[in-house]
């Protein structure tokens, strides 16, 4: 890794080899996740709410996609390749590693006020008005400015802190409530969730809004400088004030 000396004055250390690790572990789990997620939701790709649901019961609301079994009614006169048992494999593998990495960077973030120092956003950005203003600034397609390039702005600040204490929680808290074992040791968190078919259905919401997420992160990347945010997260490295310590 180069040193400041060599870089110039003008470089400095914008992210952590702790954090820069955990973010590319939480990518490759992420990306697992997606493509396992869309196998197993063609499996069977109707939603229910309540305790229990089956091809015989009315859907709350179905994926108008055929599905990989033929004993799933869609409406469609054949079946998709049925990849489910690598999907869950996968699926069940790459969801405890985004766990064990997110509790690492959770520990991480409180030891060293990683959170409180730059994720949440300062007193004058705690307003509607501060995140409207820079939507309004990226809707009008204007250039970013010079501070996004080595600091996370009001809208960043304010999603990333929703995806790290309110999105992820809950998608991990759903995935585990479709578990019989989890239902059986702990029935009062799934029942709090209206029961096992209404965690499924929570958790493909909640699935969508991380990847939503992750697409106006890609944008919002875009938009504050491809090049130098992609090479301050793989080297640390970047312009600008330090971002984390």
Request: hydrophobic letters at 45%.
């Amino acid at each position: 890794m180069p040193d400041a000396a060599t870089l110039g004055s003008s470089q400095s250390l914008r992210h952590t080899a702790f954090v820069r690790v955990t973010h590319w572990i939480t990518v490759l789990s992420f990306f697992a996740l997606l493509v396992s997620g869309v196998e197993i939701l063609i499996s069977h790709p109707r939603f229910y709410w309540g305790e229990t649901g089956n091809s015989l019961t009315p859907p709350l609301f179905q994926i108008p996609i055929p599905a990989s079994r033929g004993s799933v009614p869609t409406g469609y006169g054949y079946v998709l390749p049925d990849q489910n048992g690598w999907s869950r494999y996968l699926h069940f593998q790459s969801a405890w590693a985004v766990v064990l990495t997110g509790l690492c960077y959770f520990l991480y973030g409180l030891w060293t006020r990683h959170f409180q120092e730059n994720l949440v956003p300062n007193a004058a950005d705690r307003s509607w008005r501060a995140i409207l203003r820079v939507m309004a600034r990226h809707l009008r397609r204007k250039p970013a400015l010079e501070s996004d390039e080595h600091s996370y702005n009001a809208l960043q600040r304010t999603a990333y802190l929703g995806v790290i204490f309110l999105l992820f929680p809950l998608v991990i808290w759903t995935g585990l409530a479709m578990s019989p074992a989890f239902n059986s040791a702990i029935p009062a968190a799934v029942n709090l969730l209206g029961g096992r078919q209404s965690a499924r259905t929570l958790h493909f919401f909640v699935s969508g809004f991380l990847l939503l997420f992750l697409v106006v992160h890609i944008a919002m990347v875009m938009l504050t400088g491809f090049k130098s945010q992609m090479r301050a997260m793989i080297t640390g490295w970047g312009q600008g004030p330090k971002e984390h310590p």
